[in-house]
């Protein structure tokens, strides 16, 4: 997150995208409910995101479809974990920028997918709980 913070406070970005492909082995890894020994840490924010969408991943029977939905949510939630920083939110409160994007790269088409996130809607609902422009 040091990086963002300077991006953000001394660099004076405009757009923070965060990009994740289809056919991911560290999802396909975090799918694999097993000790994966030094792997386990990067491991643990992906298996927090199955978590949080178990009913929905568990819905999907084909198995790449699921692992293809599981690389979406997990740039979701990155794109959420960086909307909560303060370096973001307190710039955007100033300056209207950064602006978060999700994107997905499909090595096979050589196709980006904009998940099209409503970055102001995404961080009004953060700021409930993580508002951190005061």
Known sequence: MSVIN????HLGVKH?????????GGVKAAMTPKDLGLLNPWLRNIRDVY????????AITDE???YDRLVE?????QCRNIIKTAAVQQSFAKNEFPVVHGWVF???DG???D???????????IQKIYNLTE
Not at 6 to 9: E, F, H, I, N
Not at 115 to 123: Q, T
């Open 6 to 9: 300077y991006a953000v406070r």
């Open 16 to 24: 923070i995208v965060v990009c994740g492909h289809y056919g991911c």
């Open 51 to 58: 978590r949080l969408h178990e009913d929905e991943l568990d």
């Open 64 to 66: 790449n479809k699921r």
């Open 73 to 77: 949510l997990n740039v979701l939630e």
């Open 106 to 108: 499909n090595f096979h």
């Open 111 to 113: 196709l980006l997918k």
């Open 115 to 125: 998940l099209e996130i409503d970055f102001e809607e995404m961080l009004h609902k």
